[in-house]
């Protein structure tokens, strides 16, 4: 049987794929080795998409889904297929075409069409497989490359913000399902045992923790004493008016009076004058230097620092797949804007592990704040949320 799969998989190496689909057919009905049927069942749906043979690639897939106990043989298969559209985006790309033209040879249309129809269908059917408990997080993570390999495909942006959503639904579900370890953290986290592959967080009193399981993501929070995240302004310097200097009038003296006498009066009348001059001014620069210094303020964000004693709402970062599988961790810091209304207007930077971002970003997005406020006027802030990857 090992040399008939070889053979097979030496067809599929040569593009015979007529050749290899009869072989593999002929192996499927003569033995029942579960072993033997998933490398078959993987091997027949790539050579039914490297044909072009969508059709045949679906109601294969199809089959599998409803045949009881082959979910672990359909995900192998499904996943193929995800593979398969991305092999076939590449080539596109690899000769400077692009998916979504609508001027591309009709043969060429059609199959692009058939490609997002096989992957609509591998994403209607994982969602009854993950309503299966022992398949859940297997069949929730193809899911989610299935809905991003769709949203690659997109027709145009309509529909690229429809499967970016699908994918964002997919995330969440997994975020869900148990099979991630996140939480969200001000510092670098004790590290502390898990339960249940599920972080918790170091009390603060030491004392023993509850056989209770810790949420997926759980932050480290401190009391807020005010309803609204409020933080008050420097206190304003105070405006310091010079003062006006008494204006002497100068006394009538008769038109015989001297003439040192007049050259005095004309002196102190011209020194009285300059320093009305000079007060005046002071107190008209004054005000408007503070104006614009206040103008300034109220237009710059406040930089809050940790914004996780802030949230209203949080949402639950997805393992990525890939990185899962590679075992990789870390702490991944999400700096964000957030507007006058509590809502993430940007995120304006991250660091940590490469692979993590993306999900740490997604994630971060969807969170909700407090709305800051400053002299009682609600303004933008500053600040970030870490997310501690673990397994």
Not at 101 to 109: F, G, I, M, S, T
Not at 150 to 166: C, H, I, V
Not at 300 to 329: C, D, E, F, H, W
Not at 380 to 388: I, L, M, R
Request: aromatic share 4%; hydrophobic share 35%; glycine share 4%.
């Amino acid at each position: 049987m090992r040399e008939r799969v070889a053979k097979a998989k030496a067809y599929v190496a040569i593009r015979n794929y007529g050749a290899a689909i009869y072989e593999l057919e002929n192996i499927r009905r003569e033995t029942n080795d579960p072993t033997v049927h998933s490398v078959v069942n993987v091997l027949l749906i790539n050579s039914f998409l490297e044909q072009g043979d969508y059709k045949r690639a679906q109601e294969f897939l199809t089959a599998l889904a409803k045949k009881p106990g082959a979910s672990a043989s359909y995900l192998a298969a499904a996943g193929q297929v995800v593979k398969g559209a991305k092999n076939q985006m590449d080539r596109y790309r690899a000769l400077g075409l692009s998916v979504s033209d609508r001027n591309l040879p009709k043969d060429a249309v059609a199959d692009v069409d058939k490609m997002r129809e096989t992957l609509e269908k591998v994403v209607e059917q994982t969602k009854v497989f993950s309503k299966d408990k022992n398949q859940a997080s297997n069949a929730m993570a193809l899911m989610e490359e299935a809905t991003a390999t769709r949203g690659s495909l997109a027709r145009d942006d309509f529909d690229a913000n429809r499967w970016k959503n699908e994918a964002a639904d997919a995330r969440e579900d997994l975020a869900s399902s148990r099979s991630i370890v996140v939480n969200a953290v001000s510092e670098v986290p004790t590290q502390t045992p898990q339960i249940d592959r599920v972080a918790s967080n170091t009390t603060q009193n030491n004392q023993p923790k509850t056989n209770e399981t810790a949420p997926a993501l759980q932050p480290v929070s401190l009391p807020v004493e005010n309803t609204v995240a409020k933080i008050e302004p420097p206190e304003k310097l105070p405006v310091v008016e010079t003062p006006k200097p008494e204006i002497k009038r100068a006394e009538t003296t008769p038109i015989v009076a001297a003439n040192n006498s007049t050259n005095s009066n004309k002196t102190r009348s011209d020194e009285s004058s300059g320093a009305s001059n000079v007060a005046t001014q002071n107190n008209i620069e004054t005000p408007i230097s503070n104006a614009s210094a206040d103008t300034s303020k109220i237009s710059s964000p406040i930089a809050v620092g940790s914004l996780i004693n802030y949230a209203t709402q949080k949402s639950n970062p997805v393992y990525p797949p890939m990185a899962r599988n590679m075992r990789l961790t870390g702490i991944v810091k999400v700096e964000l804007m957030i507007d006058e209304t509590g809502q993430v207007s940007q995120v304006q930077n991250t660091s940590g592990p490469a692979m993590l971002q993306r999900a740490a970003m997604d994630a971060a997005r969807k969170w909700k704040f407090k709305p800051f406020t400053r002299d009682g006027q609600a303004t933008k802030a500053t600040g970030f949320v870490s997310f501690n990857f673990s397994l």
